[in-house]
């Protein structure tokens, strides 16, 4: 028997879900094209000072008690000790986790929210956050000021975000930065079905490397130390500094 998808109401924002209908009227499309950069210009202002980052992607599902909360936890803490600050989606599970994990090690705890009827709320170990109407300018924003990114088991959204990051490598429009990809048991049949990309010669063999599986906590951040810190001199990044005729400040915790 044919399986019929079931209906469903779309819940992004208005102004996403008819835009991505089709062609609108060009006012229509004016006023959304400057709704977008006006989200960047609010995510830009919010993010500029916020020093290098590493992103943590994974589901929101995850309760406290989960393990891959735990380790999400962990890792957050591991990250702000190398200098780092966290940035993650903003909301619960795995994001609540990292974020969590940032601010008890007395690093930077940074949320980039999308606006979701569910789901999406900022959690509450957030030092400054941004919210987002529009996935892709969260994605931009959740990439540009990253230079390593750990991908923790999750659904949809993250191996969407997953495959962005390795395919932005892939392509050279982003530096090799490091891509860890958490929890070997969870994601064996996505590593083997990249491989199986290699077989078919869909991608090349260096393709499946621009990422490392681990289990380890301790490898993953080794990994992001030599490949980030090492690999990109961070040490010696000469860090931005606000202008106080364009109104900016520098970075204070809060969301204001």
């Not at 109401?9 to 006012?27: A, I, V």
């Not at 930077?108 to 170990?125: A, D, F, M, V």
């Not at 301790?218 to 606000?242: C, S, Y």
Request: proline share 4%.
């Amino acid at each position: 028997m044919e399986h019929v998808p079931e209906v469903f109401t779309p819940q992004g924002s208005k102004q996403e879900t008819w835009f991505l209908e089709g062609p609108q009227s060009r006012r229509r499309e004016l006023i959304f094209l400057f709704d977008v950069v006006k989200e960047f210009i609010r995510g830009f202002r919010k993010l500029h000072f916020i020093g290098p980052c590493v992103t943590v992607f994974g589901s929101a599902r995850f309760k406290e008690d989960n393990y891959y909360y735990d380790v999400a936890r962990q890792i957050g803490s591991e990250v702000v000790q190398l200098g780092f600050a966290v940035i993650t989606g903003g909301g619960p599970g795995i994001m609540e986790a990292a974020n969590r994990g940032a601010k008890e090690a007395g690093g930077r705890s940074i949320g980039c929210n999308i606006i979701l009827p569910k789901e999406q709320k900022p959690n509450k170990y957030l030092d400054r956050w941004v919210e987002i109407n529009y996935f892709f300018v969260r994605k931009i924003l959740l990439t540009k000021y990253s230079y390593a990114f750990v991908v923790m088991p999750g659904g949809y959204g993250t191996m969407d975000e997953f495959f962005e990051a390795i395919t932005l490598i892939q392509v050279g429009k982003t530096p090799r930065f490091p891509v860890v990809l958490f929890g070997k048991k969870y994601h064996e049949e996505l590593v083997g079905y990249i491989n199986n990309m290699v077989l078919q010669q869909t991608i090349n063999e260096e393709d499946s490397r621009l990422f490392l599986c681990t289990d380890s906590v301790t490898e993953a951040i080794d990994h992001i130390n030599k490949f980030a810190i090492q690999g990109f001199g961070l040490k010696r990044k000469k860090r931005m500094r606000p202008l106080s005729w364009l109104g900016e400040h520098r970075m204070h915790f809060g969301n204001g």
